[in-house]
């Protein structure tokens, strides 16, 4: 008998088998707790790198089988494209490493994490490479991927990832033939976080999002200690009303807010004059009809005159404050 056949019966005779009570899954139930200050770091050194991709790597711990929490990250000297990357500096990874536990940062590597500047979150093959490389020393590192372009106040456009292990059915096939690659193992099918899942997009389905890679949920929610120290990160206080600018920087921007003054003074005497030569020729709701869209100089003016006005006035007031303080 051929030996293809074979293999298929085996095949079929597993399917049939019932199920085991330990499931080798890769379990989409999963969850990645991303602190607040890893979640700035990876946005703040993503925005530094563009337009190049940047990567590091993420320090937490797998709190169980459902939770990964990430509570610090650092940076690695590398950058890449879409289609090349810098290998992993294991030297500079070991004294980075060796650094943080003198400060008692002991938390152990759970993944990387790598910038996609304006293009989405999703893996290249360069990326499910290096991903591999780390499933190798763990089975459940993450790859996480932030686009530092497209996030906003308020949304943050970030995605975690694990690759699924595939393998080559090349049994029974004849030499030169096509080999064909399967998943060693399904997703198990699971409902619980599907709401909480980022919803793809055909660009991600084409990159081998659910054929060679998966997504999993990612929250950061900031901890009642955590909004209490963002919010005091750029609070003003009473003594930042007597700080004085440099006297050259705000004649500077004097001379700038005049000279702008002056173009708006002559555009909006023009268009008085263009009003007059009109009011008879159109009706009142015609003449607005034609400003819309269009700068209203009057207004601008009275924006730029008050503006200028209120910060000389500050800065005279707090030049006088301080000249009578330090007598």
Request: aromatic share 6%.
């Amino acid at each position: 008998m051929d030996i293809r056949i074979l293999f298929l019966k085996a095949s079929e005779f597993i399917s049939r088998a019932p199920p085991e009570d330990v499931l080798r899954h890769p379990d989409t139930s999963e969850t990645v707790y991303i602190s607040s200050l890893a979640l700035l770091k990876m946005l703040r050194h993503g925005r530094a790198g563009v337009p190049m991709e940047v990567m590091g790597l993420m320090l937490g711990e797998f709190i169980d089988d459902y939770t990964v929490n990430v509570v610090d990250v650092f940076a690695m000297p590398q950058s890449g494209t879409g289609v090349s990357v810098e290998a992993v500096d294991p030297v500079y990874q070991t004294k980075m490493l060796d650094m943080l536990n003198r400060v008692c940062r002991t938390e152990m590597v759970v993944g990387w994490y790598h910038s996609h500047p304006g293009f989405g979150c999703w893996l290249s093959s360069v990326d499910v490479a290096t991903q591999k490389s780390f499933e190798a020393l763990s089975e459940r590192a993450i790859a996480v991927v932030v686009d530092p372009i497209q996030s906003v106040k308020g949304k943050v456009v970030i995605d975690a990832f694990r690759t699924i292990g595939m393998q080559a059915m090349d049994i029974g096939f004849p030499e030169g033939a096509q080999k064909t690659f399967t998943p060693t193992e399904e997703s198990r099918q699971t409902t619980s976080n599907l709401g909480h899942l980022v919803k793809h997009t055909i660009v991600e389905a084409l990159h081998g999002l659910g054929r060679t890679y998966y997504s999993v949920t990612i929250s950061f929610k900031p901890t009642p200690q955590e909004q209490k120290m963002l919010q005091c990160l750029h609070q003003m206080n009473w003594a930042d009303g007597l700080t004085l600018d440099d006297y050259a920087e705000v004649a500077k921007r004097n001379h700038e807010k005049m000279l702008e003054m002056i173009k708006l003074i002559k555009l909006y005497t023009k268009e008085v004059a263009n009003e007059e030569m009109e009011k008879d020729m159109k009706s009142k709701d015609e003449v607005e009809v034609n400003k819309v869209g269009r700068m209203d100089p009057k207004r601008r003016l009275e924006d730029t005159a008050q503006s200028m006005m209120t910060e000389n006035i500050v800065h005279e007031m707090a030049g006088l404050i301080n000249a009578n303080a330090f007598q």
